[in-house]
């Protein structure tokens, strides 16, 4: 398995390594990205006062975010390393953090009032998003909005420094399409240029909503 570039143990002990690291690499970014705090707090207005998840957390520079304007938020990341950073970077206002598969999120149907989750799912082949878009549906309340960032393009890339990870990219429209067939409406699509410091790809956020729980 280990060689099919989409092992979660090689994957969970890689950014166990470089979680402090990629916390201080990283961190900082939301504010030189105009969209993602637009798109986010599009997410905190539509959430009220209920939970929001930021799935494949890091070091929850999503989810500090949210919870720096007080929305309630829990991080899930496959890494425990990269929970910990979530937890020490923002455990004091207020959010939660804990390891998780976002193929297999720990919580009950609808019971969830928004989702987020940034440079996560590339880490998935690409066989698994249906299931994983049909794992947000469940645990999204109706009109939920759920927010993706990824990597844009077509095929996989292999990880800088890790030739045994490798990550799979989708246009805009693939991430449209599968949303529509898994229950989501109200699609919306948005690009951006990448920073000087991350990879050199093109940036795609897809925004929707999410109908009854399956």
């Known amino acids: 398995m280990a060689s099919d570039g989409f092992d979660p143990k ?8 470089i979680a402090p690291e990629y916390a201080a690499k990283f961190g900082g970014d939301l504010d030189q990205l105009d969209l993602d705090r637009e798109l986010l707090d599009f997410v905190a207005a539509t959430a009220a006062d209920g939970l929001v998840l930021d799935v494949g957390c890091g070091p929850a520079q999503a989810g500090g975010y949210l919870a720096a304007g007080g929305t309630r938020v829990l991080g899930l990341d496959l890494s425990a390393g990269m929970a910990t950073a979530a937890l020490d970077g923002y455990g004091s ?7 998780a598969d976002m193929r297999q999120l720990p919580l009950s149907d609808g019971s969830c009032a928004g989702a987020a989750s940034f440079y996560a799912m590339h880490h998935l082949p690409r066989g698994d998003l249906p299931a994983m878009l049909a794992e947000f549906g469940r645990v999204l309340a109706p009109g939920a909005v759920l927010l993706l960032a990824t990597h844009e393009g077509t095929g996989e890339f292999v990880a800088e420094d890790h030739p045994d990870i490798k990550g799979t990219l989708y246009t805009g429209e693939e991430l449209e399409s599968a949303l529509a067939k898994t229950g989501f409406r109200c699609v919306q699509v948005h690009r ?3 920073l000087p410091h991350e990879r050199q790809s093109a940036r795609v956020y897809v925004t929707a909503v999410a109908g009854t729980p399956r």
């Open 93 to 99: 206002l207020g959010l939660l953090a804990a390891r």
């Open 192 to 194: 951006r240029d990448p």
């Open 10 to 17: 090689v994957l969970r002990d890689a950014y166990d390594a």
